[in-house]
Structures are given as structure tokens and as C-alpha cells.
């Protein structure tokens, strides 16, 4: 029973270290690279702000530095860039990625330009490799519509300004349901809309508010729904709705349509004296979400 505990506990390990082989550099101005894990090795290059790496290896040595007057903790890692450059960095600017960056799908130049910034009274936003627009910011929301660019893995950047000293971020999805005609057409303003979210989860990875855009698992989402509601497809389960196909299910007596249309990000702002102040992000997922 012992040995077989032993084996788990490395199995464990290892899909651990797996999970968290991809990383991007968070450090603006980038990251020496040397030719051994300490401070003393010889620099041979640079990755750059924003760079994808792989992991090779973790020294195991820990050590801290001052950035901007806070202790930032981290190990010596041997890294590799897309090109094949390597070396040893410090891995407290590094960010985790669930998967490769290089498979996640990037901006298309023939939908216009590429990553987004916003700024409001109380935080600077900026979306890396994104395309979309901020086309509203009202009362406690900034609202974001993309253009076909899903925000699913993106890197995301939020800076409080200076009379905040940290921010916490979750998150949720949006979920609609509003009433679906025999022709196949969404019936628009009729005042019955279905409007629900859950409840929000933590980003797991944030480092100086950097942090990536949740994985929209639609399908999930919807079949979590699906219980909760007691819903059961309706006959035009087939049909058309907006030019193309939406699941439709029965509900309150009639047929409705089912969209994720928003990830809703929260952000609760601590300002020096502790006082907390909550803002919103809503983001638009592409069509057919």
C-alpha cells in the first residue's frame, strides 16, 4: 500500500510540472539569460516582454528580489525560446500557461489591429493579442466587444492606479435565453429574456496583475445549465436562429434560445487604507459561444 501511495505521489508530481511547462515573460523590460543558474554567470541574451518559452528544467535554488520596492519570489529555470535560444532566468516574471501559447489561436491582420488598452479612474486595462474594441465604459462596467478573437487564454494586464495597492480578479460567464419563433428567428424585444450567471472563480495565475483570459468551455457551461433549469431540447432543436444554428430548448412554456454571450471578469480594488472598491469587465465571446 505504501509503495503504490509512493508511485501516485509521482505521478502527481510529474503531471504537475507537465501542466506547467509553457510560460510568457511578464517583465517589461524582459529577462537576462545566462548560462548558469546564478547572478554571476555570464549573460548571453535576452528574452523579450511577451516571449512564449518552454520549460527544460527548475534548478530547485530560490531566491528573492526588489521590484518597485516589493520582494518578488522566484527559482533559477532553464528555459527555451520558439528559436531555440536557452538559458537560466528568474522565473518570478514568468506567467504559467495551461497549454501552448503557439496553439492558441493569435489575431487575423484582415480584421484590423491587434491587442487592446483602456484606461478609466481607477485601473489600466491592456488585452495582448486580442482583437476587439472598448466601446463603453458606464458606471462600474468597461465593456469590450471583440472581433471574431476569443479571450480565452489571452494574456491580460490590469494596473490599479496609484491610490490602489492591489487588485483581485475572478470571474463568470453570462448566460442568456430569450424566446426562439417556429421560423427559426430570434423574437428580439419581447422583455423575456432569461439573464443568469454562477458564481465567480478566482484566476488562479495572477503576478503583478498579469493573468490569462479563463478557458470558455461552452459545452460544460451549457449542460451545467441544462440541469439546473430542467430543460429539454424543443422540436426546432435543428433549426437556424440569426443566420446560424443556436441550441434551443423548452422553458417557461415556450421555446428559447441558449447563448453564452459575456465573460464577466470582477475586480475588487484595495486602496492604502484597506477600503475595497468593486469594478467590472465585460468582454463579448464570438458568435456561436
Same mark, same amino acid.
Given at each position: 500500500?505504501?509503495?503504490?501511495?509512493?508511485?501516485?505521489?509521482?505521478?502527481?508530481?510529474?503531471?504537475?510540472?507537465?501542466?506547467?511547462?509553457?510560460?510568457? $515573460? &511578464?517583465?517589461?523590460?524582459?529577462?537576462?539569460?545566462?548560462?548558469?543558474?546564478?547572478?554571476?554567470?555570464?549573460?548571453?541574451?535576452?528574452?523579450?516582454?511577451?516571449? =512564449?518559452?518552454?520549460?527544460?528544467?527548475?534548478?530547485?535554488?530560490?531566491?528573492?528580489?526588489?521590484?518597485?520596492?516589493?520582494?518578488?519570489?522566484?527559482?533559477?529555470?532553464?528555459?527555451?525560446?520558439?528559436?531555440?535560444?536557452?538559458?537560466?532566468?528568474?522565473?518570478?516574471?514568468?506567467?504559467?500557461?495551461?497549454?501552448?501559447?503557439?496553439?492558441?489561436?493569435?489575431?487575423?491582420?484582415?480584421?484590423?489591429?491587434?491587442?487592446?488598452?483602456?484606461? =478609466?479612474?481607477?485601473?489600466?486595462?491592456?488585452?495582448?493579442?486580442?482583437?476587439?474594441?472598448?466601446?463603453?465604459?458606464?458606471?462600474?462596467?468597461?465593456?469590450?466587444?471583440?472581433?471574431?478573437?476569443?479571450?480565452?487564454?489571452?494574456? &491580460?494586464?490590469?494596473?490599479?492606479?496609484?491610490?490602489?495597492?492591489?487588485?483581485?480578479?475572478?470571474?463568470?460567464?453570462?448566460?442568456?435565453?430569450?424566446?426562439?419563433?417556429?421560423?427559426?428567428? &430570434?423574437?428580439?424585444?419581447?422583455?423575456?429574456?432569461?439573464?443568469?450567471?454562477?458564481?465567480?472563480?478566482?484566476?488562479?495565475?495572477?503576478?503583478?496583475?498579469?493573468?490569462?483570459?479563463?478557458?470558455?468551455?461552452?459545452?460544460?457551461?451549457?449542460?451545467?445549465?441544462?440541469?439546473?433549469?430542467?430543460?429539454?431540447?424543443?422540436?426546432?432543436?435543428?433549426?437556424?436562429?440569426?443566420?446560424?444554428? $443556436?441550441?434551443?430548448?423548452?422553458?417557461?412554456?415556450?421555446?428559447?434560445?441558449?447563448?453564452?454571450?459575456?465573460?464577466?471578469?470582477?475586480?475588487?480594488?484595495?486602496?492604502?487604507?484597506?477600503?475595497?472598491?468593486?469594478?467590472?469587465?465585460? &468582454?463579448? =465571446?464570438?458568435?456561436?459561444?
Amino acid at each position: 500500500m505504501k509503495k503504490f501511495l509512493f508511485l501516485v505521489l509521482i505521478l502527481v508530481a510529474v503531471n504537475t510540472l507537465n501542466a506547467q511547462k509553457y510560460y510568457t $515573460v &511578464i517583465a517589461k523590460s524582459g529577462l537576462n539569460i545566462r548560462t548558469e543558474p546564478n547572478l554571476n554567470s555570464q549573460k548571453v541574451g535576452k528574452f523579450e516582454f511577451g516571449e =512564449n518559452l518552454e520549460l527544460i528544467k527548475s534548478s530547485g535554488i530560490t531566491f528573492d528580489i526588489l521590484d518597485e520596492g516589493k520582494k518578488v519570489v522566484g527559482k533559477w529555470v532553464k528555459m527555451q525560446s520558439e528559436d531555440g535560444t536557452n538559458g537560466y532566468v528568474f522565473s518570478g516574471f514568468l506567467l504559467p500557461a495551461e497549454r501552448n501559447p503557439k496553439d492558441v489561436p493569435g489575431c487575423d491582420p484582415d480584421f484590423g489591429t491587434c491587442g487592446i488598452k483602456a484606461s =478609466n479612474d481607477f485601473f489600466d486595462l491592456e488585452i495582448f493579442d486580442f482583437q476587439g474594441q472598448v466601446y463603453e465604459i458606464k458606471n462600474d462596467t468597461l465593456y469590450v466587444a471583440d472581433e471574431m478573437s476569443e479571450i480565452s487564454h489571452k494574456l &491580460i494586464h490590469i494596473k490599479p492606479n496609484k491610490k490602489y495597492k492591489k487588485v483581485k480578479v475572478s470571474y463568470t460567464y453570462m448566460e442568456r435565453m430569450y424566446p426562439f419563433n417556429k421560423i427559426g428567428l &430570434i423574437e428580439n424585444n419581447t422583455g423575456e429574456e432569461w439573464i443568469g450567471t454562477d458564481s465567480y472563480n478566482e484566476i488562479k495565475y495572477n503576478k503583478g496583475a498579469f493573468f490569462r483570459g479563463p478557458n470558455l468551455n461552452s459545452d460544460k457551461i451549457q449542460k451545467e445549465r441544462v440541469k439546473k433549469l430542467n430543460l429539454t431540447k424543443s422540436e426546432y432543436w435543428g433549426h437556424n436562429g440569426e443566420g446560424a444554428w $443556436v441550441p434551443t430548448y423548452n422553458f417557461r412554456g415556450t421555446v428559447y434560445a441558449y447563448s453564452i454571450p459575456y465573460t464577466l471578469f470582477k475586480l475588487i480594488l484595495t486602496d492604502h487604507s484597506g477600503n475595497e472598491t468593486i469594478k467590472y469587465i465585460q &468582454i463579448s =465571446n464570438p458568435s456561436g459561444c
